[in-house]
């Protein structure tokens, strides 16, 4: 029979092995989850590092490493400095770049041309195809020009359709779709609502006078008075440029981790990151123009200056593209104008 010493003994090694298993566990499970977390941070670094260097150099960058672990992330452009975020943490973002989340992104350098000076940035799609249904014959310069800023890839594959009632025509490359000969100007006759078929991950984009917030899916354009729609928002979003429509489509209708609207998001940085750059762009070109004032008589940068500082009053507003007005478009055809002139007679700028 078992001394009372003995059951003591048994009862506290029971106890301890209990304990020692628990700690065990216990760190097993925090060491894992530190372990996948730093993980997520360093998937998430390279693709950023990766999109830096596109952004410098230029080069086309295909990144799959968000393939290798399966997790959410999102751009988050609420505060001074965007950054991405990914549950567990977040990085900061340190050029301009468009993203829209998936396991494989093909990265591009793209610009903005507004005439008299370009916005360059970062452009980094996963697969996807976008389903184009101008109603409005008057929206077709707009589907090209969203086209024409997404990259040619068949890798991740990124693709342009035409939907005209139940027909579709495509998929095209961004080549074709953009190009001289688009199945867009071909097709001159407005196009029927879409009612075909179409494919998980696909984005509908309808161009139509009669789009509002009620729409059933994708994003829809309205050319009559420079508006836009996602699918499930009731608001609505004031277009000045291709990039402002390229930012809603590549969003879609789809939402991030935390049920923000990727499109609206994506639309909302992009006006502050080119509003900030074009204030400091207006400082640049006015102080150019002030050294060269005086030099030649026939050089003469008043309207210059002029438009350049009412284009930093505009944009200098918070939410300066949330307002309807066209001295945002008119400055920025005057400034084109300007230096189209000032060049045709010699002056350096």
Not at 64 to 72: I, L, S
Not at 164 to 186: K, M, N, T
Not at 228 to 236: L, N, R, T, V
Not at 312 to 334: C, E, F
Request: include cysteine.
């Amino acid at each position: 029979m078992p001394t009372v010493y003995e059951i003591f003994k048994m009862i506290f090694g029971l106890v301890a092995s209990v304990f020692i298993l628990y700690f065990l566990i216990t760190y097993a499970g925090g060491y894992a989850g530190t372990q996948l977390s730093a993980q997520r941070i360093s998937i998430t670094r390279d693709f950023l590092t990766a999109s830096e260097n596109v952004y410098l150099s230029g080069v086309p960058f295909i990144f799959d490493g968000f393939g290798r672990q399966d997790f959410e992330y999102s751009l988050d452009a609420s505060g001074t400095q965007p950054q991405i975020e990914f549950g567990s943490g977040q990085l900061p973002v340190r050029v301009p770049l468009f993203f829209s989340p998936g396991k494989e992104l093909y990265i591009e350098r793209k610009e903005l041309d507004l005439g008299w000076w370009k916005f360059g940035f970062a452009m980094a799609t996963p697969e996807m195809d976008i389903i184009f249904n101008v109603q409005d014959p008057e929206g077709m310069d707009a589907a090209v020009g969203i086209a024409s800023l997404f990259p040619e890839s068949q890798e991740p594959e990124i693709s342009f359709t035409l939907c005209d009632g139940a027909e579709l025509e495509g998929p095209y490359g961004q080549f074709d779709f953009a190009g001289s000969r688009s199945p867009v100007i071909r097709n001159i006759r407005p196009a029927l609502p879409c009612s075909a078929s179409l494919q998980k991950g696909s984005i509908l984009v309808t161009i139509s006078s009669s789009c509002s917030s009620s729409m059933q899916a994708g994003i829809c354009i309205r050319p009559s008075d420079g508006t836009a729609f996602i699918s499930g928002s009731q608001k609505e979003y004031i277009y000045k440029d291709s990039l402002d429509l390229a930012a809603l489509v590549l969003g879609g209708d789809r939402k991030d981790l935390f049920g923000n609207y990727i499109a609206e998001t994506l639309y909302t940085y992009k006006n502050r990151v080119v509003g900030s750059e074009l204030r400091l762009a207006s400082v640049v070109l006015e102080g150019k123009a002030r050294l060269l004032e005086g030099r030649d008589a026939d050089c003469d940068y008043s309207r210059l200056v002029s438009s350049l500082r009412e284009l930093r009053a505009i944009v200098s507003g918070k939410d300066y593209y949330l307002s309807r007005h066209t001295g945002y478009t008119d400055a920025n055809l005057l400034l084109m104008a300007e230096q189209e002139r000032l060049e045709a007679l010699g002056c350096g700028l």
